[in-house]
């Protein structure tokens, strides 16, 4: 197949994008189970549904390119290199997870791979990549670092003066705010005195970019040019993703806030793995068999996953003291 | 549709909150209108509207922010004592997408609003004609339009203050000047694939590129272009009817359009001619011209190309396959719009704004 590719990435590189995809909605999916049976302790906030943004972005990134993510991580972190296994185990709170077990859902971190951290306050990102953007300019390697915020925490002062610090810095930084249409529970027009995120950007004199972010090629497309200006010395933007999420704001979230017949719409029209999987079969690029045996592949990994984890001893008292202070 | 002369227009207005906010902005310092600086435009084109007696007004809705700030401005108007007309959001599902705006433009239409405002760019006035042109009968009344560029391009809203413009939409809606004097009639592309299986129109350009996805809309790269339609393209411009602008000029109001062969290498074809133009805002471009012609209204002209996507003014809106058979037909005459300027200079010649003066 695809002898003729018309997409901007290789079929490799198109398939590996799928899997990553599919990779982070098998893994919500799953937690969305686990939790509910009860068998995962803390909170989980689950991305399924917004994994066109993470991946359309993270696949310009290397592992020298640092993020910070949100209370809604665990999409940031695998379209990032995070294993997910790790993932899967630090979530559980069992040893051998990403952190040890000791983070849990909002926390999880792998610096081997640029993922600086889950976060389980809001806007809380945003200066911390305004740090690593700073380290990156000095080290000249082309570095970036970007910071993804919900709708909600774009009203936090921290990200605001990033914006700010980011601007006259010229840091090669990029903020991503990702626009699900709900700030938890409280509607925009409430909370936000200008609703317009790209606004907000050019009053600190950074461009503002609006994307589908349920389109993977609208998404990578855009992040392209815009990681490409950070890389080059062109300074920060804003990049505004209009996304979906499948499930509540938590595990638990009645969702009273939604219209009747709401989920359903969004999981049967703006679905971005539907999308993405109609555009490669239909361009010739993959099959519908290979799609759904990366599918296979990926259920079979997710599955392994949690069977390793719950098999995994949970941190003992000894591993308090562990991993809290820097020794020099 | 409400009679101009009726004593109680009504007029639409639609305001895209998203226009002028794709790649470009980072890509060539295109320019990002603020939804408070788009509101300010829309209450001076409100005061406008009813210094002339407009008294009712539909709005599109929105979640972005226009609707919202536009209600604190009116609030605020109403407290210092001004006058404005009466506004009322229409009923609809917002999708924050085109939808809005066709769906506006239905109930504008049920309605009977007597002209459209629209603030945006080539993209939104698309969408607003689209749905007049497509979803309108023969037989049903044409709507007017008015445009006020809030977009990236603006090949088609002329740059203009919207108290001037609002003055010109008020002067059709209160019946001062006959629909013969105040309105213009303008040319459109219409798209046509496999006999009708899929409709659309542009009302610059439809330009034919390379790539087979939609992806982030803009056009921004010369190399993906196979060929261009133009209903017009004036030297003036920039975006891609600056390509036939600054190669064989044809107006907005003049007969016929014009169509482009790009050659660059892909297409086996090498370029007569390397032309620079202002590809996008602040984007100065060569692009390799294979041929151009005039073409004249009716003709469908096929798409010589074995897959591909189309642009229609300025942003790619559709995808087609080996096998497809795409053609595209210029229309004369196919929409009207307020003619701003004729409209002001029909009354400044017929004294429409001088009043008896008032004693001391």
């Given amino acids: ?328 | 549709m409400s009679n101009p002369a009726s004593g109680n227009p009504c007029v639409g207005i639609i305001a895209n909150p998203v226009s002028a906010r794709d790649v470009r902005r980072v890509i060539a310092n295109a320019s990002t209108l603020q939804l408070t600086d788009r509101v300010n435009i829309i209450l001076r084109a409100l005061a406008a509207l009813r210094a002339l007696g407009v008294r009712q007004v539909l709005m599109m809705p929105d979640k972005v922010g226009i609707s919202s700030l536009l209600l604190r401005g009116l609030a605020r108007e109403r407290t210092l004592g001004n006058a404005m007309p009466d506004v009322a959001f229409l009923t609809m599902e917002i999708t924050s997408s085109a939808e809005d705006t066709r769906c506006a433009v239905r109930l504008m239409r049920a309605a009977g609003v007597c002209s459209i405002l629209v603030l945006g760019g080539d993209g939104t006035h698309r969408a607003v004609v689209r749905e007049l042109y497509l979803g309108s009968t023969a037989d049903a009344p044409r709507i007017p339009i008015a445009g006020l560029s809030t977009g990236t391009n603006n090949a088609f809203p002329e740059m203009r203050e919207s108290t001037v413009t609002a003055l010109a939409v008020g002067l059709h809606a209160t019946g001062r000047i006959p629909a013969e004097r105040a309105l213009a009639g303008n040319k459109l592309l219409e798209i046509d694939v496999n006999g009708g299986a899929i409709r659309d129109i542009a009302i610059v350009d439809a330009a034919v590129a390379f790539d087979r996805f939609i992806g982030a809309r803009a056009m921004w790269k010369p190399d993906n272009l196979h060929s261009l339609f133009l209903a017009f393209g004036e030297p003036t411009a920039v975006g891609l009817s600056a390509i036939g602008g600054l190669l064989q000029p044809v107006s907005p109001r003049a007969p016929g359009g014009l169509a482009i062969r790009f050659g660059d290498g892909r297409a086996g074809s090498a370029g007569a001619i390397e032309l620079t133009v202002p590809f996008a805002p602040g984007l100065i471009r060569s692009v390799q011209i294979a041929a151009w012609t005039a073409i004249e209204a009716g003709q469908a002209l096929p798409v010589d190309l074995p897959g591909g996507s189309m642009a229609l003014d300025g942003e790619r809106e559709l995808v087609f396959a080996e096998g497809d058979a795409v053609t595209v037909t210029l229309r004369e005459n196919a929409f009207p719009t307020v003619d701003v300027p004729g409209c002001l200079h029909f009354a400044a010649q017929h004294g429409l704004f001088r009043h008896p003066a008032t004693s001391q």
């Fill in chain 1, 1 to 328: 197949m695809a002898a003729n590719n018309p997409f901007p990435l290789s079929r490799d590189a198109l398939l590996g994008c799928y899997r990553r995809m599919r990779t982070i909605r098998e893994f919500e999916d799953r937690l969305h189970i686990d939790f509910g049976r009860g068998d995962i302790p803390g909170f989980v906030h689950l991305y399924a549904g917004e994994e066109a943004a993470a991946v359309g972005i993270m696949s310009h990134l290397g592992d020298g390119d640092r993020i910070a993510s949100t209370h809604r991580g665990h999409g940031h972190c695998i379209a990032k290199g995070v294993d997910v296994g790790a993932m899967m185990k630090e979530i559980y709170g069992r040893k051998g997870g990403s952190c040890e077990g000791k983070g849990g859902s909002m926390h999880i971190a792998d610096l081997s791979k640029g993922m600086m951290g889950a976060n389980g306050i809001l806007g809380a990102g945003a200066p911390l990549v305004c740090g690593a953007a700073l380290a990156a300019k000095f080290r000249g390697k082309g570095e970036i670092a970007i910071c993804f915020v919900g709708d909600g925490a774009s009203n936090q002062g921290t990200f605001l003066e990033s914006l700010n610090l980011a601007a006259i810095w010229n840091l090669p930084a990029l903020f991503v705010v990702e626009n699900n249409g709900y700030a938890e529970s409280t509607s925009r027009d409430y909370a936000t005195a200008v609703n317009s995120y790209v606004d907000r950007a050019s009053g600190f004199g950074l461009p503002g970019v609006v994307v589908d972010g349920t389109d993977f090629f609208a998404v990578h497309e855009a992040a392209g040019e815009i990681i490409r200006r950070a890389r080059e010395g062109g300074g920060p933007s804003l990049l505004e993703c209009k996304m979906v999420r499948f499930h509540g704001h938590f595990e638990g979230d009645a969702q009273t806030y939604r219209a009747n017949g709401e989920l359903e719409d969004l999981r049967a029209n703006h679905d971005c793995l539907k999308k993405l999987a109609a555009q490669l079969t239909s361009a010739g690029v993959a099959s519908a068999a290979e799609l759904a045996d990366i599918d296979r592949q990926v259920l079979a990994l997710i599955e392994q996953a949690v069977v390793d984890a719950k098999a995994a001893p949970l941190p003992s008292a000894a591993d308090l003291l562990t991993d809290v202070y820097v020794k020099y």
